[in-house]
Structure formats: structure tokens, C-alpha cells
């Protein structure tokens, strides 16, 4: 008699899986070779290189941007900041976190008006100055501006500390896209007094090919409006015109409860999902767009099941990039410490927790980052 055997393949690389030779392509161990899923496994190449990266990855910053900041540095010019509160913590760039350090910083955090009801204004001045130290950006929690940028009495408040801060230098305002950079703008023109002969022009900056806005601060002193820092390391870089629109922040969050036991999932959405891999019962607490649809799962052949609900649309709104399992990279966070924590996704938003030794997994669109930290809301 015959008998035929089915020979396993790593499911990201296609290699023959084998456990006799570590040096060998698809190479695992006999364990996992033995106990792993019939339809997913990966060997050790692919499992710790291409779906469990070490570092989250950055926005991609072009040379023209960097020129500009190093210029704004040699100046001495007053840096205006803006971050979106709900998507900033992994929008930030070394290469340009490197330059601004030392710098004299305004940071406007804008999006206040949208955080639950009764966020605390100094725990988030404080959450958003701990941000910049973890980057490598020292911050004076006094230079935070908690701002909303369509209202206008903001927009003077803002101008007045520009003025008050610039100590007769240019002023340059960066942020990365979809932070209000350009809302704050136009926020400032419809307030502003021009108390120079200048005219406020659009042009290439010198020595780039990137156009800036430039606003004359006084006869010797401009603001210039520079390029903002990419968000190819966003979910928003990887959604449709509908999904975006659902998932943006345009109203006040309500947070949202759900309990994770071990070896359970929770979907955010059709754009990712968390497993709870190790740990006790752990309450989550969510803070996602109104719109996003939020479901709790078992494991059980957890990416296949969420790939299986984007395509049958049952669950909204949700990624097109994603068609099978190999469109999602995935992170594993091990919490070490027995306090609040806060996991975010670039773009989407973030839930909180009590650390008590837990391990999860992070499944993301490939690309995205993700982030963790102290609690931007306290939970009490």
C-alpha cells in the first residue's frame, strides 16, 4: 500500500517546515512542528522577522522636511508642535525628534473637545510632555496647548503664546498629517493681524522643492506653515475614503468595557484585533470612534475568522488591504508591571488596562504601528 502524507510549508515564506537543522530554511521546533496549527504555522525566521518586527515603524521622512527643521534650528526659531491627541504617539520620526531636541517648543495638542467627558487638562498636559520625553524631546508642560482648532478665541490664545514664546525669531509649525495643522491655520487667518508691509505668499522653501505658507510675523520675522511629517505609518494610510471617515474623531469619544479571558480576541472593527495570549480575566476599556464595531471572539483560528468577516463584511468598517492572514503583522506586548496601560493603534486609537503580567497580541494591517504606555486617561 501507499500512503501519502501532506509535507507542511512555512504560510508566510512557502519553505518546507522542518526541526532536524537550525542553520536550514524553515526551520522549527519539533514542539510547534508537532503541536502547531494544520493551516497556520511559520517557522522561526518568518515568525520573529517578518510577523513579530522588534520596532514598530516610523513615519517615512523625505530629506526636504529634515532640511527645513535643521534650518529652523540654525535660526533659533520658535517650533510649533501640533499633534492630534488621538493618533501622535507613534507618528513621531528619531531623525527629526533629533533635531528639534533642545529647541525652544510650543506643543499645541489639538482635539481636546473630542476626549470623554471630563479628561483632566493637566494629566493630559502631563501625558502629552511624557510623550515627547519617551521620544527623546524634552517639554515644559507649561508650552502644551490643549486646543480645539476651529475656535477662533483658541487660535488667539495660541497666537498670543507665539508671540509671547518666539522672542523676536521666525516661527516654523510642523505636525503630521490629519493632526489640524492646516485647520490651526486657517483658524490663525481668520484672527490675524498683519502689523507688517509683508504679504502672506506660497512658495518653495529655499533649497527644496517643498512649498510652505508663509506669514509675516512682524517687518523682521516670518511663520512658515512646512510639509507635514507622513502618516504611511497609519491605519488611515491604508483605508478608503468611507473607512477613514468612519474611524476620524469628529465627536466626543464614549469609551467602551469589554472583559478578555485568556485565549480570547476583541476586533476592532475590520482593521484589527487583540488577543489576550497569557493573563488573568482582564477588563479593556476602549477608546475608538464611535462608529468602529468593536466584537469579542474566541482564538480559535482567529486571523482566518477576521479575514473571513472583512470579506463577507460583517463586521464594519473595515480594511480592503486586507485579503488573508499575510496582510497583518503581528505584535506581542508582555507586561511586566502592575499598574494602568495603555496599547494604541496608529490611527485608530487605543484601549487601557491593568497590568498584571499579561501577554497580548496585536494584529495590525502590515505597516501600522502600534505603541504602549502610562494611561493618557486616568482610570479611576
Not at 480645539?148 to 498670543?160: G, K, S, W, Y
Not at 512658495?203 to 505658507?213: A, F
Not at 520675522?221 to 468611507?242: F, G, Q, R, V
Not at 472583512?310 to 497583518?328: E, N
Request: glycine share 6%.
Amino acid at each position: 500500500m501507499a500512503q501519502i502524507s501532506q509535507i507542511r510549508k512555512c504560510y508566510n515564506c512557502g519553505a518546507v517546515l522542518q526541526s532536524n537543522d537550525p542553520s536550514k530554511e524553515g526551520y522549527v521546533s519539533k514542539e510547534v512542528l508537532e503541536n502547531g496549527s494544520q493551516n497556520f504555522l511559520f517557522c522561526n525566521k518568518c515568525f520573529e522577522i517578518e510577523r513579530f518586527q522588534p520596532k514598530t515603524n516610523e513615519p517615512l521622512v523625505g530629506e526636504d522636511l529634515l532640511t527645513i527643521v535643521k534650518d529652523a534650528k540654525a535660526k533659533d526659531a520658535l517650533l510649533v508642535y501640533v499633534i492630534n491627541l488621538f493618533s501622535f504617539e507613534a507618528s513621531f520620526s528619531h531623525k527629526i525628534n533629533e533635531i528639534i531636541n533642545g529647541m525652544n517648543i510650543l506643543v499645541v495638542a489639538n482635539k481636546f473637545d473630542l476626549m470623554p467627558k471630563g479628561t483632566n487638562e493637566d494629566e493630559t498636559r502631563e501625558y502629552v510632555a511624557h510623550r515627547f520625553r519617551a521620544d527623546g524631546v524634552k517639554i515644559d508642560r507649561d508650552n502644551i496647548v490643549l486646543a480645539n482648532a476651529f475656535d477662533d478665541d483658541t487660535a488667539r490664545n495660541i497666537i498670543a503664546q507665539i508671540y509671547e514664546l518666539k522672542n523676536g525669531k521666525d516661527v516654523y509649525i510642523i505636525g503630521s498629517k490629519l493632526a489640524g495643522k492646516t485647520t490651526l491655520i486657517d483658524s490663525f487667518l481668520r484672527v490675524y493681524k498683519n502689523l507688517s508691509q509683508g504679504n502672506i505668499i506660497s512658495q518653495d522653501y529655499p533649497g527644496t522643492s517643498s512649498r510652505v505658507l508663509q506669514l509675516p510675523m512682524s517687518s523682521r520675522t516670518m511663520m512658515y506653515e512646512i510639509p507635514s511629517i507622513p502618516h504611511n505609518n497609519s491605519i488611515l494610510y491604508n483605508l478608503d475614503a468611507n473607512a477613514t471617515k468612519k474611524i476620524y474623531v469628529t465627536e466626543p469619544v464614549e469609551y467602551r468595557d469589554f472583559t478578555l479571558k485568556e485565549n480570547e480576541v476583541l476586533y476592532f472593527g475590520g482593521m484589527s484585533f487583540i488577543e489576550l495570549v497569557e493573563g488573568k480575566k482582564t477588563s479593556i476599556r476602549c477608546y475608538f470612534s464611535n462608529d468602529v464595531q468593536i466584537k469579542k471572539r474566541s482564538n480559535r483560528k482567529c486571523e482566518e475568522t477576521f479575514v473571513k468577516e472583512i470579506t463577507k463584511k460583517a463586521i464594519k468598517p473595515y480594511c480592503l488591504r486586507i485579503k488573508t492572514v499575510k496582510d497583518l503583522d503581528v505584535f506581542e506586548i508582555k507586561i511586566t508591571e502592575s499598574n494602568y496601560r495603555d496599547i494604541g493603534i496608529q490611527g485608530l486609537g487605543w484601549f487601557n488596562f491593568l497590568a498584571k503580567g499579561q501577554t497580548f497580541r496585536i494584529y495590525v494591517p502590515k505597516g501600522v504601528s502600534i505603541y504602549t504606555s502610562r494611561p493618557k486617561i486616568d482610570r479611576k
